[in-house]
């Protein structure tokens, strides 16, 4: 299997390394080939972010089979966003493996939930701005 990180922080102060560990050691866990990684410092509600759409270009080019993200918010923090990045992914036959919720959209279940759980990303990002 032929799988590519994704990681995301939304400012510099935040550390992208403890990602990168955790997706290394699953990685290794389940055995995959990681042929590439795509990291960026850009808020989730963004919807430029370089590394983001050359990974949806790279996907189109087959060059992997899967993506690996450490949390679903870190593909997106608005649910269209997050629903049109699977669905990007999904047209090009690429699946995506979410570490911390577990979900894995090769998965008929997986797809699901991941669409269920892209709702409380939205819903957090709300609440975390009424708060300030």
Known sequence: MRVVKYQRVSTSRQEIENQTNALDKQ???LGWTCVGEYK?????V???????????KDAMMKKFDRVIVFSLD?????????????????ESG???FILKEAV????SQGAIFAN??????ELERTLMLSRQ
């Open 27 to 29: 990685i290794e866990l």
């Open 40 to 44: 960026e410092v850009v808020s989730g």
């Open 46 to 56: 963004k919807d430029k972010r370089p590394q983001l759409e050359q990974m949806l």
């Open 74 to 90: 870190r593909l997106g923090r608005k649910i269209v966003s997050i629903v049109n990045t699977i669905h990007a992914l999904e």
């Open 94 to 96: 690429v699946s995506v």
């Open 104 to 107: 894995d959209t090769s998965t």
């Open 116 to 121: 269920f759980i892209s709702i409380f990303c």
